[in-house]
């Protein structure tokens, strides 16, 4: 097979010569690769190009061809980084997705074998597990995110003040009790009627949701026992896990079409299931999504 261009280039002649040196001087080959061609050393080169009126490439020649291999070079390095992380993020994912399945198997053991109270301490275990394996759901979700962007612009992508400004106007993270971040407290099925009227105040029951749940005597209403224990009424009615999905614009014909939806109250995307807050963060997507 012939060696590609410029190895293909016929030194014997003048012209050949003179085609040489004229990459090196635009810094298009480097000076080792210009003497291997012309089978030369350094000296021999510079007393070709002097004797031919040829200068040595110049600095800006130099930085201009640095800046163009470096074009070259750093999309593959990031690429090569990229996937470092992405197949990381992913065994311990995977990881994590097998202790908690542990977890859970000795937490059974554990109260099949009259260990009650070990259940409770694997549960807080379990809990924060989950909350883990959560948030590396999200980065991967992130990465993928960031390959869609930098691979459907065509330029360069690059996470900067300009990317930030997508993030005007959302809400901040609201904080959870301490009951929600430890144990198996489940704000969509919660067990205590402190748990069931804490969720429907802050947005993630529905007024009848929360209201079966209860199981109220006949005359009693939730108003009434959420004021009597000093839980604050909702601002508004919240709406319910499937309808907050048809408001984001998630697939309907998803098996779980809920899925993303309880994603966002998990890492506080959407902080309640309030209507105003549903369409809110509807909004707010929609405008990524133009930026985009």
């Known amino acids: 097979m012939a060696a590609k261009y410029p190895f293909s280039i016929d030194v014997s002649t003048v012209e050949g010569q003179l085609e040489v040196l004229r990459l090196w001087s635009s ?27 040829v200068l040595a490439p110049s600095q800006q020649a130099l930085d201009q061809r640095i800046k163009e291999l470096e074009a070259i070079v750093r999309p593959h390095l990031r690429a090569t980084k990229r996937n470092q992380v992405e197949r990381t993020v992913t065994e311990t994912t995977v990881a994590v997705s097998d202790l908690l399945d542990r977890i859970a198997n000795i937490a059974i053991e554990a109260e099949a074998y009259g260990r009650a109270d070990a259940r409770a301490i694997y549960s807080v275990a379990h809990a924060r597990l989950r909350r883990g394996l959560d948030n590396l759901m999200s980065a991967q979700e992130s990465f993928a995110e960031a390959r869609t962007l930098e691979e459907s612009g065509g330029q360069e992508f690059e996470y900067n003040e300009a990317s930030l400004r997508v993030l005007e106007g959302l809400d901040r993270v609201v ?118």
């Not at 000076?31 to 061609?37: D, G, K, M, R």
């Open 175 to 292: 904080p959870r009790p301490d009951y929600y971040l430890i144990g198996d407290f489940d704000h969509v099925n919660p067990v205590t009627e402190h748990d069931i009227l804490w969720s429907w105040s802050q947005g993630y029951l529905t007024t009848k949701g929360a209201a079966e749940m209860l199981k109220l005597e006949e005359g009693d209403t939730i108003e009434e026992v959420a004021i009597q224990l000093g839980i604050p009424l909702p601002p508004e009615e919240a709406v319910s896990p499937q309808e907050a999905a048809l408001i984001l614009g998630d697939d309907p014909a998803a098996t779980d079409p809920t899925l993303n939806v309880r994603r966002r109250i998990r890492d506080g995307r959407l902080p309640s299931y309030f209507r105003s807050v549903v369409e809110a963060r509807r909004a707010f997507e929609d405008r990524v999504k133009r930026r985009q």
């Open 27 to 53: 810094a298009e080959i480097g000076e080792s690769v210009a003497c291997l061609i012309l089978k030369i050393t350094t000296a021999e080169l510079l007393a070709l190009a002097n004797a031919h009126g």
